[in-house]
């Protein structure tokens, strides 16, 4: 039995490789086998089910991740402007290929996939540091596309939504411009439980500092785990930032719809909900400048 499982382990392995290995992004942004031979199609059999979505049990990866690691194995534009929207937005115009909501750490991808329909004419961009997750959310997408593709009932196309691979604690300022997004969302990442770990928080004073320069002014960052350390932890780092003020949760449930969403449709999320967790959230408002405390204000409120 042991040697019969080596032998599914080592298959799985190569059809993953011979899948990854035919994978090109042409220069006018579309992404196509570029080898259909034996070896990929026999990938594909392997990888997707027969309407074209990934397998996720053939995607899984560890959930823990050290963002703070040297790799080199990044490619990211020198700046935000020169950045190659088109390979990930083909069917968008170019005027109109300005990413405005971010889902960092988006794993499966499930609440990317919901905010692209919930907001048709905004660009979501789903960002993660592990491949096997954004390359099943790159095959989840544009199996989407494909499915949608000639139905006239008004259903989403799903043409606005894309993924990236990128460390975003390092990264983001090679992809987006000041005030370019209009929602960011947190939701359910690691929590590095070890104290000497939570310099690896994707949520912290100088990160926070850094979102704020890309979220417009009374834009929105989203925040949700299933570990109340964790909320606690995000909800005194945003609360105590001079750039972002709290908005009430009854609020925000109420009128923005993306709220409910982060709380429904993520991977992480629906797992919890079945085993009968607790999810704990925080929305934030992005300050407008005349909002902003002067610095002898906020150097007051620090020690107060």
Same mark, same amino acid.
């Given at each position: 039995?042991?040697?019969?499982?080596?032998?599914?382990?080592?298959?799985?392995?190569?059809?993953?490789?011979?899948?990854?290995?035919?994978?090109?992004?042409?220069? /006018?942004?579309? *992404?196509?086998?570029?080898?259909?031979?034996?070896?990929?199609? *026999?990938?594909? *059999? %392997?990888?997707?089910?027969?309407?074209? #979505?990934?397998?996720?049990? #053939?995607?899984?990866?560890?959930?823990?991740?050290?963002?703070?690691?040297?790799?080199?194995?990044?490619?990211?534009?020198?700046?935000?402007?020169?950045?190659?929207?088109?390979?990930?937005? $083909?069917? +968008?115009?170019?005027?109109?290929?300005?990413?405005?909501?971010? &889902?960092?750490?988006?794993?499966?991808?499930?609440?990317?996939? =919901?905010?692209?329909?919930?907001? $048709?004419?905004?660009?979501?961009?789903?960002? !993660?540091?592990?491949?096997?997750?954004?390359?099943?959310?790159?095959?989840?997408?544009?199996?989407?596309?494909?499915?949608?593709? &000639?139905?006239?009932?008004?259903?989403?196309?799903?043409?606005?939504?894309?993924?990236?691979?990128?460390?975003?604690?390092?990264?983001?300022?090679? #992809?987006?411009?000041?005030?370019?997004?209009?929602?960011?969302?947190?939701?359910?990442?690691?929590?590095?439980?070890?104290?000497?770990?939570?310099?690896?928080?994707? +949520?912290?004073?100088?990160?926070?500092?850094?979102?704020?320069?890309?979220?417009?002014?009374?834009?929105?960052?989203?925040?949700?785990?299933?570990?109340?350390?964790?909320?606690?932890?995000? %909800? =005194?780092?945003?609360?105590?930032?001079?750039?972002?003020?709290?908005?009430? /949760?009854?609020?925000?449930?109420?009128? &923005?719809?993306?709220?409910?969403?982060?709380? &429904?449709?993520?991977?992480?999320?629906?797992?919890?909900?079945?085993?009968?967790?607790?999810?704990?959230?925080?929305?934030?408002?992005?300050?407008?400048?005349? !909002?902003? $405390?002067?610095?002898? =204000?906020? *150097?007051?409120?620090?020690?107060?």
């Amino acid at each position: 039995m042991a040697s019969k499982a080596r032998v599914g382990k080592r298959k799985l392995k190569q059809a993953f490789a011979n899948h990854i290995g035919a994978i090109a992004q042409s220069e /006018d942004g579309k *992404a196509a086998v570029s080898k259909a031979d034996d070896k990929t199609s *026999a990938a594909a *059999a %392997v990888l997707l089910d027969a309407n074209n #979505f990934p397998k996720k049990r #053939f995607f899984r990866s560890r959930a823990h991740c050290n963002p703070l690691s040297h790799n080199d194995g990044f490619e990211y534009p020198l700046e935000a402007g020169e950045a190659n929207w088109k390979v990930h937005y $083909p069917q +968008v115009p170019e005027k109109d290929r300005v990413v405005r909501i971010l &889902d960092i750490g988006m794993g499966f991808g499930g609440l990317t996939v =919901e905010l692209a329909r919930l907001f $048709p004419d905004k660009l979501v961009l789903g960002m !993660e540091i592990r491949a096997k997750l954004c390359e099943y959310v790159r095959l989840r997408i544009e199996a989407l596309r494909l499915e949608h593709k &000639d139905k006239e009932d008004g259903s989403p196309k799903y043409q606005n939504a894309a993924c990236l691979r990128s460390n975003c604690m390092r990264y983001l300022p090679n #992809f987006f411009e000041q005030g370019q997004i209009e929602k960011m969302f947190f939701c359910f990442p690691d929590p590095h439980f070890k104290a000497k770990n939570h310099r690896r928080r994707i +949520v912290s004073h100088n990160l926070l500092s850094e979102y704020a320069y890309f979220i417009k002014p009374n834009g929105r960052l989203y925040t949700i785990t299933d570990v109340k350390e964790l909320h606690e932890w995000h %909800v =005194e780092k945003c609360s105590n930032h001079p750039y972002f003020e709290r908005i009430p /949760d009854e609020e925000v449930l109420r009128d &923005d719809p993306a709220v409910q969403a982060m709380i &429904d449709m993520t991977e992480e999320g629906i797992k919890v909900e079945r085993n009968k967790g607790n999810k704990h959230f925080a929305v934030y408002r992005r300050r407008e400048m005349h !909002e902003l $405390p002067t610095m002898e =204000e906020y *150097a007051k409120s620090l020690f107060s």
